[in-house]
Antibody
Framework: QVQLQESGPGLVKPSETLSLTCVVS????????WNWIRESPEKGLEWIGY???????NYNPSLKSRVTISIDTSKNQFSLKLHSVTAADTAVYYC?????????????WGQGTLVTVSS | DIVMTQSPDSLAVSLGERATINCKSS????????????LAWYQQRPGQPPKLLIY???TRESGVPDRFSGSGSGTDFTLTISGLQAEDVAVYFC?????????FGQGTKLEI
């Protein structure tokens, strides 16, 4: 059974960088698209972006200028960096798997991690 | 961006009855070249991540009870839960994957 687990600081100061990692276990990291999605009361579920095992990425234009997603296939993990955060970036952050091709739905999700932006 | 709008925001249904949740996309999410509709439905129980229920608008994910069904075409879609059970209390989301950025509906809270 594929499992995803997010980790990273739960508190980030305004203007700093939010950094999260998602470890994939129970299945291959290759041949899938690996996503970050966040959820907040204000914006609901918001797709942040994805990375393929080749390293190719696709980001939400609303966040593109501040987002970097990277992957380390040797460690079966991928990461999110969100720069210059504000209180509006406070959310539960999920990592999730998307199949290849046209199948843009998310079949496996991590449990989510709450990140609060506050001084 | 494609805007997904769900209705109602919340509903209460008796045990054993049918629940119907609607989702409307701001443009068609049907792709004629492969004859597929790029819509998924998720269930989110309190404190849990979303769980995939249905994809391609009407294909049930493995292990999902057959009381969950999806229908619709073009821009209007429906999730139907027949024979409501207590464990179905959750928030339900639709999501389009016709193009990026992938977008979700605002959610519908289902109560008993």
């Amino acid at each position: 059974q594929v499992q995803l687990q997010e980790s990273g600081p739960g508190l980030v100061k305004p203007s700093e960088t939010l950094s999260l990692t998602c470890v994939v276990s129970g299945g291959p990291i290759r041949n899938y698209y690996w996503n970050w999605i966040r959820e907040s009361p204000e914006k609901g579920l918001e797709w942040i972006g994805y990375i393929f095992d080749s390293g190719s990425t696709n980001y939400n234009p609303s966040l593109k200028s501040r987002v970097t997603i990277s992957i380390d296939t040797s460690k079966n993990q991928f990461s999110l960096k969100l720069h210059s955060v504000t209180a509006a970036d406070t959310a539960v952050y999920y990592c999730a798997r998307k199949n290849t091709g046209y199948a843009g739905y998310f079949d496996y999700w991590g449990q989510g991690t709450l990140v609060t932006v506050s001084s | 961006d494609i805007v997904m709008t769900q209705s109602p925001d919340s509903l209460a249904v008796s045990l054993g009855e049918r629940a119907t949740i609607n989702c409307k996309s701001s443009q068609s999410i049907f792709y004629s070249s492969n004859n597929k509709t790029f819509l998924a439905w998720y269930q989110q129980r309190p404190g849990q991540p979303p769980k995939l229920l249905i994809y391609w608008a009407s294909t049930r994910e493995s292990g999902v009870p057959d009381r969950f069904s999806g229908s619709g075409s073009g821009t209007d879609f429906t999730l139907t839960i027949s024979g409501l059970q207590a464990e179905d209390v959750a928030v339900y989301f639709c999501q389009q994957y016709y193009n990026t950025p992938y977008t979700f509906g605002q959610g519908t809270k289902l109560e008993i």
